[in-house]
């Protein structure tokens, strides 16, 4: 059983950086790849960044390659996510989810073991 709480949300302007924490609780966290995800109003979830349980790879979506940074520090049981050049888009609510000895390019597929309840971002313009 793993506990995730995400932290770090709020309200920022165009332009601006938020960074975002998902503290993890529970038996080896270090053995799950992370992920981020997010939902708009009205819209589905969808995949934003991911990291491997070994931390040497990482997958984003293409909507936040070169903005995002996804890192994990497995002494904190913790991942963050970097978040620059923010845009109005990226309004949604935040969530990590974490699944067992998965690649990062997998979280993007496969369904989550464990999820957050998530942080609001607001990007206003």
């Known amino acids: 059983q793993v506990q995730l709480v995400e932290s770090g949300g709020g309200l920022v302007q165009a332009g601006g950086s938020l960074r975002l924490s998902c503290a993890a609780s529970g038996r080896a966290f270090s053995s799950y790849a992370v992920g981020w995800f997010r939902q708009a109003p009205g819209k589905e979830r969808e995949f934003v960044a991911a990291?491997?349980?070994?931390?040497?790879?990482?997958d984003y979506a293409d909507s936040v390659k070169g903005r995002f940074t996804i890192a994990r520090d497995n002494a904190k049981n913790t991942v963050y996510l970097q978040m620059n050049s923010l845009k109005p888009d990226d309004t949604a609510i935040y969530y990590c989810g974490v699944s067992w000895g998965q690649t990062a390019q997998a979280m993007s597929i496969i369904p989550a073991d464990y999820w957050g309840l998530g942080t609001h971002v607001t990007v206003s313009s």
């Open positions: 990291i491997s349980w070994t931390g040497d790879s990482t």
